[in-house]
């Protein structure tokens, strides 16, 4: 996390704006600057926000293009890419859907399922759907599909299940 943000809350000023807070924290997918080790940042992915909705369901549709340093030795997009940035793009839902004391801090996973049915090779322009499916107070289920754009063949499909660790909140008596 870049030195001057000091935890992961969105400013007050956007707290209550869902679109604002998914392109506030779409800025530190990965954090890379600070890290000596590989991970998945929006920049190296070349990722765009394509569209985003609140309702019915909370939904982020992002596009990129699937670069070598993306790839295993075959040049087809790493399933470890494709798994740390499932795991990145759904966190980012959930902080955005969140509410005080309702995974303010983006919880901690349980179960990250990915299923790959088509390989994305170098080159392969991607459309990544992410939705929060439950976002309940003690757990949020999310889902992911990535798409081959130019023959909107489903390649990927991922559940991401995290659970709640903020402190609960009390009510006054």
Same mark, same amino acid.
């Given at each position: 996390?870049?030195?001057?943000?000091?935890?992961?809350?969105?400013?007050?000023?956007?707290?209550?704006?869902?679109?604002?807070?998914?392109?506030?924290?779409?800025?530190?997918?990965?954090?890379?600057? &600070?890290?000596?080790?590989?991970?998945? @940042?929006?920049?190296? $992915?070349?990722?765009?926000?394509? /569209? *985003?909705?609140?309702?019915?369901?909370?939904?982020?549709?992002?596009?990129?293009?699937?670069?070598?340093?993306?790839?295993?030795?075959?040049?087809?997009?790493?399933?470890?890419?494709?798994?740390?940035?499932?795991?990145?793009?759904?966190?980012?839902?959930?902080?955005?859907?969140?509410?005080?004391?309702?995974?303010?801090?983006?919880?901690?996973?349980?179960?990250?399922?990915?299923?790959? &049915?088509?390989?994305?090779?170098?080159? @392969?322009?991607?459309? $990544?759907?992410?939705?929060?499916? /439950? *976002?309940?107070?003690?757990?949020?289920?999310?889902?992911?599909?990535?798409?081959?754009?130019?023959?909107?063949?489903?390649?990927?499909?991922?559940?991401?299940?995290?659970?709640?660790?903020?402190?609960?909140?009390?009510?006054?008596?």
């Amino acid at each position: 996390m870049p030195k001057h943000i000091l935890s992961y809350q969105a400013p007050k000023n956007i707290a209550h704006d869902f679109e604002k807070k998914v392109f506030w924290y779409f800025r530190f997918i990965g954090h890379q600057e &600070l890290k000596d080790v590989w991970d998945v @940042t929006a920049e190296h $992915a070349n990722l765009r926000i394509e /569209s *985003l909705a609140k309702h019915p369901h909370a939904t982020v549709t992002c596009r990129f293009v699937v670069k070598e340093s993306m790839c295993g030795p075959q040049m087809h997009l790493h399933g470890g890419y494709i798994a740390t940035l499932v795991e990145n793009l759904t966190s980012i839902l959930i902080v955005a859907a969140a509410t005080p004391g309702r995974f303010a801090d983006t919880g901690v996973s349980r179960n990250l399922r990915t299923i790959y &049915l088509r390989s994305l090779p170098v080159g @392969t322009e991607v459309r $990544a759907v992410c939705q929060v499916i /439950s *976002l309940g107070q003690r757990l949020v289920l999310t889902k992911a599909e990535f798409y081959d754009v130019e023959t909107g063949e489903l390649c990927v499909i991922s559940e991401h299940e995290k659970f709640n660790r903020d402190p609960e909140q009390r009510g006054k008596l």
